[in-house]
């Protein structure tokens, strides 16, 4: 049973940083890419940043220059580092694994990322 659960979540201070992991098991099929999607209050999930199994990234704009994603395809993880947060970053933050085009995909349960002003 493939499980995707984050971690790393919590209240920030605006201007700070925070780190946050997610972890795939239960894999069966090769991951093609990691994403990470934050959904706020009353809004859609969005993507924020993803990753290919060979480093390829895309990043929202509104993100870029602050957030970093990263992947160890050895482990079954990805991680967003996000630096100069901001009031508007307050979301759940999700992480999801793609097998790629034509395969399913998985979600986490979401952890919650909380910027203060």
């Known amino acids: 049973q493939v499980q995707v659960a984050e971690s790393g979540g919590g209240l920030v201070q605006a201007g700070g940083s925070a780190r946050l992991s997610c972890a795939a098991s239960?894999?069966?099929?090769?991951?093609?890419?990691m994403g990470w999607y934050r959904q706020a209050s009353g809004e859609q999930r969005v993507l924020v940043a993803s990753i290919t199994a060979g480093g390829k990234t895309v990043y929202a704009d509104s993100v870029k220059g602050r957030f970093t994603v990263s992947i160890d395809n050895a482990k079954n993880m990805a991680y967003l580092e996000m630096d100069n947060l901001k009031p508007e970053d307050t979301a759940e933050y999700y992480c999801?694994?793609?097998?790629?085009?034509?395969?399913?995909?998985?979600w986490g349960q979401g952890t919650q990322i909380t910027v203060s002003s």
């Open positions: 239960g894999i069966s099929f090769r991951i093609d890419s």
């Open positions: 999801n694994i793609s097998p790629g085009v034509g395969g399913v995909s998985y």
